[in-house]
């Protein structure tokens, strides 16, 4: 598999940039987590291409990476929903058809948003994606607030302005105006193929998180709990969770 073509995609007045791995309008799109980028894929989208032998994009959310516009403040409380409507027109904008769509935590929920908003989503892999908010999550983020100078520090590799993102996104996940958010009730109307997988050691969810999740799709999605991993779970396990994505693509719910 070639190189990555780094590129910048502009929607909706944002200017995205973007890194594919493949020829072609991507098959599949990966979409980071809440202080993710694509650097922080690491070799994953690389190696999903080549095992799937399908072109596979990664993009930058505004304020990651060396996206803008650069948030002042929090997210809004419906930033996720938001996304997925720039979601809708990044797929548009790069020419993909159904793409296979990979999302890490908020970036499963917004993949999950948009899967239910379409009438013709592509198959959904949701990597430790969140569908409603659990005190593991609001408490891990808020010890995270507590010892901001660190973790801002440790982001200063990846993204420009990682103090105003980190701000934005540690702020709405424990905001009050965010605390009743949950996608549940409209899950069901995801029709694509689905995988959920989740580490049973996530520390920012319950096992409960994958397994409801999964429940209220219904019988098109399919949840694993993979043992001893935590919430970077393709950090953990790579190779097991490329495995885990390629067979659930090759598998009779998504070619049959």
Do not use: K
């Not at 910048?8 to 200017?15: L, S, Y």
């Not at 009438?119 to 409603?132: E, F, K």
């Not at 495995?243 to 998504?254: E, P, Q």
């Amino acid at each position: 598999m070639s190189e990555a073509l780094h590129h910048v995609v502009e929607v909706d007045g944002r200017h995205l940039t973007a890194a594919t791995w493949g020829d072609g309008p991507p098959e599949i799109i990966m979409l980071h987590d809440g202080l993710g980028s694509i650097s922080q894929w690491r070799d994953v989208p690389a190696a999903l291409a080549t095992a799937t032998g399908r072109t596979v994009m990664a993009y930058d959310r505004s304020g990651h990476g060396e996206s803008l516009p650069t948030p002042t403040g929090w997210w809004p409380a419906d930033w996720l929903h938001q996304e997925a409507h720039v979601l809708d027109d990044l797929i548009d904008a790069v020419d993909a058809v159904r793409p296979v769509l990979v999302g890490h935590s908020d970036g499963g929920s917004i993949a999950a948003i948009h899967a239910a908003g379409a009438d013709d989503a592509g198959p959904l892999v949701l990597l430790a994606a969140h569908s409603w908010l659990e005190q593991e999550a609001v408490s891990e983020i808020a010890g995270m607030r507590e010892r901001a100078d660190d973790v801002v520090s440790r982001l200063g590799r990846f993204h420009a302005e990682p103090s105003a993102v980190f701000e934005a996104w540690s702020g709405v996940w424990t905001s009050r105006e965010f605390a009743a958010w949950d996608i549940r009730p409209m899950l069901h109307a995801v029709s694509a193929p689905t995988l959920v997988l989740q580490g049973t050691d996530d520390e920012f969810a319950t096992p409960g998180q994958a397994t409801l999740t999964a429940a209220a799709i219904g019988d098109n999605a399919d949840c694993r709990l993979l043992d001893g991993l935590r919430h970077l779970l393709h950090h953990d396990a790579p190779d097991l969770v490329i495995d885990t994505v390629v067979d659930f693509l090759n598998g009779d719910m998504v070619t049959g």
